[in-house]
C-alpha cells in the first residue's frame, strides 16, 4: 500500500506523519478502509522567527525554511524508504493553479513561493502543497465515521482558519482564499485586525484575540492556556474571555451558513482546549443568531483527531494529485 509523508507546517513547529492508503482509495471514497497514521514526529522549527530575522532578505530565510522541511523529510524517509510523496499544509494561501504560496499572513516576506517546486528539487519526491486548514478538513472528512458530503472545519489557533469540504471535494476558491473566515466581522468598530478592517472575529476567537480579551478585563498579559486554566479556577474575567470567542465565533458560523448550507461543523486548533469554557456562549449565539430553516440541523463537534487531522488530510490531498 502507497506511504505518503503529511507535513503540517506551524509557527514554531513542523509535525511530519507516514500515511498508509489504499491506492483505489479515491475512486471508491469512504466505503474504503480510511487512511492510517503509521508514524509521526515533531520537529521544532521557528519560521516565524527567521522571517522576522531575515527581513528584507526573504530569500534567504526561504532558503532556510526549504532546508528544514528537507531535512525533515529525509529523516522520515530513512526509517521508510518506500514514501512515495510529500503533502504539505501550510499557513499560507495557496494558488491552487500554480501551487505557489501567494501570500502567508504569519510569515510576512514569502509571496509567490513555490513550496512544493522548490522542495521537490531538493528531496526528488512530487510535493503538493495546500493551505493548512484545507488539510486539516479534508483529515476529519476521510476519518469520519459516518460517511459525508460536506464539511466545514473551524480552526481556532494563533489565528482562525477555514477549511470546506464541498461534496466530498475540497474547495480552494478561485484564489485559495476560500473560507478566510476569521476576518468574518462579528463586532463592528471593534479592535482593529492586520487585514484592515475592525472587530474581525478572528480578534475574539483565536488564542491571541483571547488573550487581548483578558487583558483588557484584568490588566494581566496571558496565554489562552493559562487564561483557560484560570477560568477552571472560577476566574470570571477568564469565563468572559471565551464566552465573547464563543460569541463571535457562533456569529461568524451563522453567516457561513446561510451561504453554504452544511450540517457537519468540526472546530479544532489549540484553542479547542478551551471549548468547555466557550460552549454555553457559542450555542446561545448560535441558536439566536441561525435563520430559522437551519435551526436544529447543524451538527459541531470538537475534533477528536488533535494534530492528525492536519497531517492525514495533507498526505490524502497529495495522493488525489499523484
Ligand atoms: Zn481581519
Known amino acids: 500500500m502507497p506511504l505518503i509523508i503529511g507535513i503540517d507546517v506551524g509557527g514554531t513547529n513542523l509535525r511530519l506523519g507516514v500515511v498508509q492508503y489504499k491506492a483505489q482509495y479515491q475512486e471508491v471514497g469512504l466505503e474504503n478502509e480510511p487512511p492510517k497514521l503509521l508514524d509521526e514526529m515533531r520537529f521544532k522549527a521557528d519560521f516565524s522567527g527567521l522571517c522576522k530575522l531575515h527581513g528584507a532578505d526573504s530569500d534567504q530565510a526561504w532558503r532556510k525554511i526549504l532546508s528544514t522541511i528537507a531535512a525533515a523529510v529525509n529523516a522520515v524517509r530513512a526509517k521508510y524508504p518506500s514514501v512515495a510523496a510529500v503533502g504539505i499544509g501550510f499557513p499560507g494561501f495557496i494558488d491552487p493553479y500554480t501551487q505557489k504560496i501567494s ?28 493551505n493548512d486548514a484545507l488539510a486539516a478538513a479534508y483529515g476529519e472528512f476521510v476519518a469520519a465515521a459516518q460517511p459525508i458530503n460536506n464539511l466545514i472545519y473551524l480552526g481556532l489557533g494563533t489565528g482562525v482558519g477555514g477549511g470546506l469540504i464541498l461534496n466530498r471535494q475540497p474547495f480552494q476558491g478561485q484564489h485559495g482564499v476560500a473560507m478566510e473566515v476569521g476576518h468574518i466581522i462579528t463586532f463592528p468598530d471593534g479592535r482593529l485586525c492586520g487585514c484592515g478592517n475592525r472587530g474581525c472575529m478572528e480578534q475574539y476567537a483565536s488564542a491571541s484575540g483571547v488573550s487581548i480579551t483578558y487583558l483588557e478585563a484584568s490588566g494581566e498579559r ?4 493559562e487564561i483557560a486554566a484560570r477560568a477552571k479556577n472560577g476566574d470570571q474575567n477568564a469565563i468572559a474571555a471565551y464566552s465573547l470567542a464563543g460569541d463571535s465565533l457562533a456569529q461568524a458560523l451563522a453567516h457561513i451558513l446561510k451561504v453554504i448550507d452544511v ?6 486548533g489549540g484553542m479547542s482546549a478551551g471549548w468547555q469554557y466557550m460552549q454555553q456562549a ?16 447543524v451538527d459541531v463537534r470538537i475534533s477528536d483527531m488533535d494534530d492528525e487531522a492536519g497531517i492525514i488530510g495533507a498526505a490524502m490531498l497529495a495522493s488525489k494529485k499523484l
Open 282 to 297: 457559542f450555542q446561545q449565539r448560535l441558536d439566536q443568531d441561525l435563520i430559522p430553516a437551519l435551526r436544529g440541523k
Open 103 to 130: 501570500l502567508s499572513p504569519n510569515l510576512p516576506g514569502l509571496s509567490n513561493a513555490d513550496l512544493s517546486e522548490d522542495l521537490r528539487a531538493l528531496i526528488a519526491l512530487p510535493v503538493i502543497t495546500e
Open 263 to 268: 450540517t457537519n461543523v468540526i472546530i479544532g
Open 222 to 225: 496571558c496565554s489562552a492556556a
